[in-house]
């Protein structure tokens, strides 16, 4: 569907300081290229781990990985607005968090947001997925969300994701805290038109299940872990 394209989109348009993440750091030259491509040229770009493109001032893409569980906190302390773990499901659940707690940005009108492009997990550690977005992917969710539609989480005092009703603060335990927005956005390789009008299609189709499914964009297609 593009998802990593999606978000360079937001990195060169809509944010000022992105963090660009892949498990591996092998697995990021292909986004580093499309980056350097977008941008026109490779001024600006030093390729000293960690890699990063200045943009313009004050506007940069730090790109990063998390090989193992506790990498993750190289990056603590360390401001972005957007953070995309890119392939999220291929990351732990507590990377994912962890990062989360270091958005932001110290101009108020600058918008912070964390964008998980990703495929349907391929093994049980990306499984988090389902409960984070519950709404949306889990069928015993009782109260079930449109795709793209807003709904509004806190984490509670033992860490858990708990749904709330709206944006208005929500006191917990002798304090107020401010809900936070999801959404979930499917899309396939049918979504994108230059994937669509090529050969990519008829590579996942001679796939074997469930790979094939699962990278054709069906969410919900189940594996045997």
């Known amino acids: ?21 892949r498990r591996q750091y092998t697995d990021l030259s292909g986004v580093i290229d499309d980056a ?39 990056w603590m302390g360390k401001q972005h607005d957007l ?55 889990d069928d015993r969710y009782p109260d079930p969300a449109a795709f793209g539609e807003l709904r509004w989480c806190i984490t509670d005092e033992r860490g858990n994701d708990k749904w709330v009703d709206g944006p208005h603060p929500v006191k917990m335990g002798d304090r107020f805290v401010n809900p936070l927005s999801r ?11 230059y994937y669509a009008a090529g050969s990519y299609r008829d590579r996942l189709d001679a796939m074997a299940e469930p790979h094939r499914s699962i990278l054709l964009g069906k969410f919900k297609t189940s594996f045997r872990d």
Do not use: Y
Request: with cysteine.
């Open 83 to 137: 953070i995309v773990p890119d392939e999220s499901t291929q990351f732990a659940w507590q990377q994912i968090r962890f990062l989360m707690g270091w958005l932001r940005h110290e101009n108020p009108k600058q918008r912070c947001r964390v964008l998980l492009p990703t495929n349907p997990p391929l093994s049980a550690e990306g499984l988090w997925i389902i409960e984070m977005f519950a709404p949306w992917l």
């Open 183 to 193: 959404t979930f956005i499917p899309s396939s390789v049918g979504d994108n038109p």
């Open 36 to 74: 350097i491509k977008i941008h026109g040229s490779r001024n600006g770009f030093n390729g000293q781990p960690p890699p990063r493109l200045t943009i313009g001032p004050e506007h940069f893409i730090d790109f990063g990985a998390c090989a193992r569980v506790g990498d993750e906190q190289h």
């Open 1 to 21: 569907g593009g998802k990593s394209q999606l978000g360079l989109g937001l990195a060169f348009n809509e944010h000022k300081r992105t963090l660009f993440l």
